[in-house]
T-cell receptor
Framework: KQEVTQIPAALSVPEGENLVLNCSFT??????LQWFRQDPGKGLTSLLL?????REQTSGRLNASLDKSSGRSTLYIAASQPGDSATYLC????????????FGAGTQVVVTP | GAGVSQSPSNKVTEKGKDVELRCDPI?????LYWYRQSLGQGLEFLIY????????KSGLPSDRFSAERTGGSVSTLTIQRTQQEDSAVYLC??????????????FGPGTRLTVT
């Protein structure tokens, strides 16, 4: 059974520092991994999608890496801003599933001015 | 273009009543998913639709939960005889058809259900 873990559960950094968010999964038979952002009381915003054949994806200040064999993904956010404060979730899609995503519990990030 | 929309945004109901939650996916997305987010359980998958068919219903927690999709578009999640443990945020997502290379799922804002 796939288990997705995100550590730490919460993180506070001063503005300008780089953020490093970790996601690990127990079953490497994944089709892809997706990172989301969730603001309080809101839905999920897709940040990056990494296919299992890829090692990393980049979008602006965001960079996500994937090491499928070791069951790890890392989301890097460069030069953090107070607007980056949110909960970040990772989710994996299993190769043998119809399409459902299995989520980690998330990392709550606070960027202080 | 328009994103995934859900209605109502908030629903308060009494224990034992039935509720219907609606999801309008992104136009052209044939895959539709329902998830539930609660404090104790995190984000859980409920059901997956491809077109009007639901090949994966494995996440529905009991037979009080059902869902349908019509015209390959709008979906309704129905909870009968609601219980307090059904209180959660119900999220809908849609994506392009598997096989077109992209499985990126786009989420709606959710419906917050409170059962009193």
């Amino acid at each position: 059974k796939q288990e997705v873990t995100q550590i730490p559960a919460a993180l506070s950094v001063p503005e300008g520092e780089n953020l490093v968010l970790n996601c690990s999964f127990t079953d490497s038979a994944i089709y892809n991994l997706q990172w989301f952002r969730q603001d309080p009381g809101k839905g999920l915003t897709s940040l990056l999608l990494i296919q299992s054949s890829q090692r990393e994806q980049t979008s602006g200040r965001l960079n996500a890496s994937l090491d499928k064999s070791s069951g790890r993904s890392t989301l890097y956010i460069a030069a953090s801003q107070p607007g980056d404060s949110a909960t970040y979730l990772c989710a994996v899609k299993q190769i043998d599933s119809w399409g459902k995503l299995q989520f980690g519990a998330g990392t709550q990030v606070v960027v202080t001015p | 273009g328009a994103g995934v929309s859900q209605s109502p945004s908030n629903k308060v109901t009494e224990k034992g009543k039935d509720v219907e939650l609606r999801c309008d996916p992104i136009s052209g997305h044939t895959a539709l998913y329902w998830y539930r987010q609660s404090l104790g359980q995190g984000l859980e998958f409920l059901i997956y639709f491809q077109g009007n068919s639901a090949p994966d219903k494995s996440g529905l927690p009991s037979d009080r939960f059902s869902a349908e999709r019509t015209g390959g578009s709008v979906s309704t999640l129905t909870i009968q005889r609601t219980q307090q443990e059904d209180s959660a945020v119900y999220l809908c997502a849609s994506s392009r058809t598997p096989g077109q290379g992209y499985y990126e799922q786009y989420f709606g804002p959710g419906t917050r259900l409170t059962v009193t």
